[in-house]
């Protein structure tokens, strides 16, 4: 189907809704008379003409950028803009950020330069030709955004997250199997989490590049505090990744109640988190509040009389097999991800921790998944919660983005009337919301061996897989027949 045939398509798709052939001013009355799924119908069909309309506009954006050349003899210059962002920006009324964006994306359709016509260069024979370049290591996202398998917005996602290939032979074979792991991976998953994979992926590849990218980040590090005219103080923090993180934990810590942490709690914990949750503040305001104890307390308090029972930490996972020698600096050449989040963290921040703090080894078999602990216990062990962090990486839920620490261990076979046992193979993590939503609203989870989890929705609806989130989940499910890709 051409591009043009598709086009029309959708459009027409969206024509088809009777309902729409109103005023405009009477276009939200109408959608309002619609039933659920004549507008989640209306919305799909919608989304699927912005996704061609997106393509044709980045493919212009290309042709526009790459007319733009030269400052002021170019496209963008000669209709009065300095540069092509500023020029579709003013096509389009948005925001800089979106145009830029555009140009971006565009842009990376450049790298692939078509072999131009031969040229007589004077040679005896004629005519020589000119032979293109090999297509680069991205021409599979490329074609998979131009044929609207991947949105616009998820190629960027990928295409930034992996950056560029390290130094090395087949470096670039490397990075075009991790994009086509990734494309694999992108239904389902929100955009902010595929970049955030892209990036741990980009990190196991290239360890001695993550611990520069960590350092760069470590010497921008600030702290600035200014009084604008009206008399009001301000602060600005630049973060390094290692403080990010612990400062994140602490006000994960202390809000955890009202952002749907477990509810499996002592009720001394939730009379506490009732109270929290009823608290006037909003949530700005009891972070300020929060930050501001840290920095009067200082060393004179206790941990549990700021945080109560969840104090703050930073967890760090990392494959033991894969924590390689040490750089010409002496520096690990590994990389550990935060538990919650999946932030990579260069070799030096792990082997630090490694002298600060105690380890716990997780033995997992190839799927991921330690040994049981049987049916001995209700709850699963603390032990056991680690390893299901490390495996599961969160919440399973599809597009769920809750943390390891957010989550609840849900068995998927019943206690009682499956007798189900506690076992990492037989449990998966879930968050409050998507848990309780499990066990009242019909939806069930099950799982053939060691195969993937697969979420069954009520009234029999299409089977859903569900998908690992940890940031080390390569070191057992590494793309098939590729062997030795992780290594390159």
Known sequence: MTFLAEF??????????DALDVEPDALLAAVRNLSDDDVVALFQDSAAVIGCAERLQVVAAA?????????HGGLAGKRGHRSPVTMIQDITGGSR??????????????DDVAAVEPRDLGAPGGPVPVVAPPPPWHAGLRAAMLDGTLTTAQHDAI????????????AAAVWAIAAEQLMDEVHGMPVEELAKRARAVRDALDPAGAEERFARRFAARSWRMWTDADGVHHARIDFDDEMYAWV?????????????????????????????????????????????????????????????VRQPGVRLIAVKDAVGPRDAFGRLLSVAHVED??????????????????SVVVTVDSCGNP??????????????????????????????????????????????????????????????FHHMQLHNAGWKITRDGQGPFILHPPGGGAPIVLRSKSPVKW??????????????
């Open 8 to 17: 029309a398509t959708r459009a027409q798709a969206v024509s088809g809704h």
């Open 63 to 71: 042709v526009i950028t790459e007319r733009s050349a030269a400052p």
């Open 97 to 110: 950020a979106d145009a830029t964006r555009t140009v971006r994306v565009g842009s990376s359709l450049l």
């Open 159 to 170: 295409r930034r997250g992996l950056g560029e290939p390290c130094d090395g032979d087949g």
């Open 248 to 308: 994140d934990s602490m006000i994960s810590a202390a809000l955890r109640p009202r952002r749907g942490g477990p509810r499996f709690v002592t009720d001394a914990e939730r009379a506490e988190a009732e109270a929290l949750t009823h608290d006037p503040r909003t949530n700005d305001q009891l972070t300020y509040d929060l930050m501001m104890d840290l920095l009067r307390a200082g060393a004179l308090a206790s941990a549990e009389d700021v945080f109560g």
């Open 341 to 358: 989040g999946g932030a990579a963290m260069p070799g030096s921040v792990l082997d630090r921790t490694l002298c600060d703090t105690a």
């Open 371 to 432: 040994l049981d602990v049987g049916r001995e216990r209700r709850l699963f062990t603390a032990k056991q919660r680690l390893a299901l962090a490390a495996r599961d990486g969160g919440c399973m839920a599809p597009r769920c983005d809750r943390p390891a620490s957010y989550c609840e261990a849900h068995h998927i076979d019943h206690w009682g009337e499956d007798q189900g046992r506690t076992d990492i193979d037989r449990g998966i993590l879930l968050c409050r």
């Open 475 to 488: 070191a057992w499910d590494p793309p098939p027949d590729r062997s030795g890709w992780r290594a390159a």
